[in-house]
């Protein structure tokens, strides 16, 4: 038996949005990782004033917490898709376990404004990499009393500072995995040929 028109034209709209939002993230990570990349540039710089640097460190922060609202809204949008298709994930985790600092840090943002990025050079990395220090996000944040505790999304940091570039780096995999399972469970629950027929033909929102 075919699934309702309405229901597949949903499931249609919610296949574009996933597609949609999936690029984006690309963009985006891709922004915050050149981002950073810029500072240490501006750290090298013999000639640039500390105003400059920080100025570069700021704008770093924003991409990165425009790249983890992204993230945040990609879990709403698995979570709203779940209530309506009755679909689940599997083989990934919600986002904010598989990428848990970033949802942090787009906590602590979201309620105070920028954290206060730095950047340092440390042991294990060949160059200077751009660092959330541990005491600035803890103090910055709005933790427990209704609000996520912080050890919610940083269980797992030692030390002063953690380096934000791997962790960026690290949320490409989870990402496309999540998509690319909530969409093939749509897939298998509307029929591949039947759902792109509707996904090119979707029309606007209401």
């Given at each position: 038996?075919s699934?309702?028109a309405?229901?597949l034209?949903?499931?249609?709209r919610?296949l574009?949005?996933?597609?949609s939002i999936?690029?984006?993230l690309?963009d985006?990570?891709q922004t915050?990782?050149s981002d ?5 540039h ?5 000639f640039?004033?500390r105003?400059e640097?920080?100025?570069?460190l700021?704008?770093?922060?924003w991409s990165i ?12 949008m ?8 009755g679909?689940r994930?599997e083989?990934h985790?919600?986002?904010e376990?598989?990428s848990?600092k970033l949802?942090?840090l ?6 105070n404004?920028?954290v ?10 060949p160059d ?5 220090p ?6 910055h944040?709005?933790w427990g009393d ?9 269980h797992?940091v030692s030390?002063?500072a953690f ?9 490409a995999e989870?990402v496309e995995g999540?998509?690319?399972?909530l969409?093939r469970?749509?897939?298998?629950q509307?029929?591949d040929d039947?759902l ?5 033909n979707?029309q606007?929102?209401?």
């Open positions: 038996m699934p309702p309405a229901d034209a949903h499931a249609a919610r574009v949005e996933f597609d999936r690029s984006k690309r985006t990570r915050a990782l950073m990349d810029k500072c240490v501006t750290y090298r710089l013999k640039s004033g105003r640097l920080r100025r570069d700021n704008e770093c922060e917490y425009q790249y983890a609202s992204l993230l945040h809204m990609l879990g709403e698995v979570e709203r898709t779940h209530d309506e298709f679909t994930l083989q985790a919600p986002i376990h598989e848990p949802v942090g787009r906590h602590a943002v979201h309620h404004g920028l206060g990025v730095n950047i340092a050079e440390v042991d294990s990395f200077p990499v751009v660092v959330v541990v005491t600035s996000i803890e103090r944040g709005n209704g609000n996520p505790t912080f050890s919610t999304f940083f797992d030390g002063d380096a934000l570039a791997p962790v960026v780096e690290n949320s989870p999540i998509v690319d399972e969409e469970q749509l897939t298998e509307f029929g039947e792109r027929r509707a996904a090119t979707v606007l929102y209401d």
